[in-house]
């Protein structure tokens, strides 16, 4: 029988989730996608209207369909925790059901179970701050956006999340090693990421029996990346360094991602796997 998929982090056809997406699909797999809610409009509008009908076209020809677009905001749980000014925003108030809780009650309303969580979202008000000019909230936020989500995420799917099923999230090498630029604590929020990953493998793996990992990717040109404003340095240091020459596609993410969440990856639990050309196991630049 096909896997069905949640990919949270999804609002264009540049960034990881798309890919992952992608080659879930061409997997055979079923998508659902979580969509930031202000993202929400232009995505399915220009969805509707075919502005991504090239980029979604899989290895055999046919188009990759999604079963159903949610909104999203992951730094909310329930709605008890949601603050009157965005409440009354126009952009959420537009739509519903849109924390964490509620979008896993609509998941399991609409289809009764999962068997693949992705989590393909990021975000730090502050990120283009050194750590040093960071601010108590700018840091929070970066934790909560892009380390607790994933924690909430889980949690709350882990119920229908059918046994022997997967979760994913993409982390990135500054988490343990000083990427300067990278910066309002979300260096920090990698590394919650990446330690979560490995106790989360535990906790889900004795309770349903569910494997927990996180891809370490290199330097993408997505939208996300664009805003930190070092990528193109970034990308241009790895195609210098690293012990594979060539750019890093978001596809070569995507395929490792099907491989995690098959049969194939069937021991690899609380793994931290890199994705990135060989980069990080450079000690210096040549
Ligand atoms: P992206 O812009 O395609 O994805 C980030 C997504 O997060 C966007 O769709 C955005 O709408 C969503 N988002 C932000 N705040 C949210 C919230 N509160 N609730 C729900 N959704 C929210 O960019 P990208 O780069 O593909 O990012 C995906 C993941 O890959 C992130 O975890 C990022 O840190 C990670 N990554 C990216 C690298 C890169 O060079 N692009 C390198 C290594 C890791």
Do not use: C
């Not at 008000?125 to 909430?152: C, D, F, H, N, Q």
């Not at 596809?251 to 931290?272: D, H, K, M, R, Y």
């Amino acid at each position: 029988k096909g896997k069905r998929a949640f990919v949270a982090g999804v609002a264009d056809d540049n960034g990881y989730g798309w890919a992952i997406a992608k080659s879930l699909a061409a997997a055979g797999a079923e998508i659902l996608v979580g969509t930031w809610v202000p993202a929400l409009n232009i995505f399915e509008s220009s969805l509707r209207r075919g502005k991504f009908d090239e980029s979604r076209v899989l290895p055999d020809g046919s188009l990759m369909e999604i079963t159903k677009v949610y909104p999203l905001d992951a730094v909310f749980d329930t709605l008890e925790d949601v603050p009157e000014d965005v409440k009354s925003n126009k952009r959420y108030a537009g739509s519903s059901n849109w924390t964490v809780a509620e979008v896993v009650e609509s998941v399991k309303k609409d289809f009764g179970s999962i068997d693949i969580l992705v989590h393909s979202l990021a975000n730090g008000p502050e990120v283009t701050k050194p750590l040093l000019e960071t601010s108590r909230k700018g840091y929070l936020a970066a934790l909560s956006a892009s380390s607790y989500s994933y924690i909430s995420l889980l949690k709350h799917f882990l119920p229908i999340i059918n046994p022997g099923g997967s979760s994913i999230s993409l982390t990135y090498i500054a988490s343990e090693r000083i990427i300067p630029g990278y910066g309002g604590g979300m260096s920090s929020a990698k590394a919650a990421l990446e330690s979560d990953t490995r106790v989360l493998a535990f906790e889900a793996g004795r309770k349903q029996r569910v494997r927990v990992n996180t891809i370490s990717a290199g330097p993408l040109r997505s939208r996300a990346a664009k805003a930190i404003g070092f990528i193109d340095m970034m990308i241009d240091y790895s195609l210098a360094n690293a012990p594979l020459q060539k750019e890093l596609s978001a596809e070569e993410v995507g395929n490792t991602a099907a491989f995690l969440a098959s049969p194939l990856a069937s021991a690899i639990t609380g793994a931290v796997v890199y994705v990135d050309n060989g980069l990080n196991a450079m000690g210096v630049g040549v």
